[in-house]
Antibody, heavy 125, light 106 residues
Framework: QVTLRESGPALVKPTQTLTLTCTFS??????????VSWVRQPPGKALEWLAR???????YYNTSLKTRLTISKDTSKNQVVLTMTNMDPVDTTTYYC?????????????????WGPGTLVTVSS | DIQMTQSPASLSASVGDRVTITCRAS??????LNWYRQKPGKAPELLIY???SLQGGVPSRFSGSESGTDFTLTISSLQPEDFATYYC?????????FGQGTKVQI
């Protein structure tokens, strides 16, 4: 059974760095083709894809946020960590992590098939 | 970035209705178009991947099709649990991009 769960601070101040952790089970990021992505969604708005990390350590980022994002993994703990620097009130949103199975670099042939429940992060002083 | 244009933004329907939602990509995405359903306060759930493949456990009333850069999600007989927001997403090119969503309401 595949599960993912996001964790991190509910409140951060402007200019601070946000660190979110995705803890998963039911698959391994050492298995060929396994990847994890982060997606966010402001209240009442559409989904926005942020980043992806692959079993072979390849990483991909949203073009517009690339300078602020870092994604990494700890395979021994079954965790993926996303950091976002210089947080702003517009970054107040729910953050999701999701699993991807991939056959080709950068492509997600099978979509984002399992999602965590999400974690709401508010940016406010 | 590839732009995904989804329509309509919202629609009203009744239980048992046939519902169609469309998504157009700004350039070729091969078949790598996915559809998600999101209920209020919940994470999205994958319904269709690669334009027309039904995700395991998803009811057969959901189907997808493609014609070039145009993609369609069809719900053959709307059920009460289908009143939700639907998103398309291309997963062919980085950054993955989503449509703006279609809210299906009574």
């Amino acid at each position: 059974q595949v599960t993912l769960r996001e964790s991190g601070p509910a409140l951060v101040k402007p200019t601070q760095t946000l660190t979110l952790t995705c803890t998963f089970s039911g698959f391994s990021l050492t298995t060929t083709g396994m990847c994890v992505s982060w997606v966010r969604q402001p209240p009442g708005k559409a989904l926005e894809w942020l980043a992806r990390i692959d079993w072979d350590d390849d990483t991909y980022y949203n073009t517009s946020l690339k300078t602020r994002l870092t994604i990494s993994k700890d395979t021994s703990k079954n965790q993926v960590v996303l950091t976002m620097t210089n947080m702003d009130p517009v970054d107040t949103t729910t953050y999701y992590c999701a699993r991807i199975r991939s056959k080709s670099p950068a492509v997600a042939e099978f979509g984002l098939d399992y999602w965590g429940p999400g974690t709401l992060v508010t940016v406010s002083s | 970035d590839i732009q995904m244009t989804q329509s309509p933004a919202s629609l009203s329907a009744s239980v048992g209705d046939r519902v169609t939602i469309t998504c157009r990509a700004s350039r070729t995405i091969n078949i790598y178009l996915n559809w998600y359903r999101q209920k209020p306060g919940k994470a999205p759930e994958l319904l269709i991947y690669a334009a027309s493949s039904l995700q395991g456990g998803v009811p057969s009333r959901f189907s997808g099709s493609e014609s070039g850069t145009d993609f369609t999600l069809t719900i053959s007989s709307l059920q009460p649990e289908d009143f939700a927001t639907y998103y398309c997403q291309q997963s062919y090119d980085i950054p993955y991009t989503f449509g703006q969503g279609t809210k299906v309401q009574i």
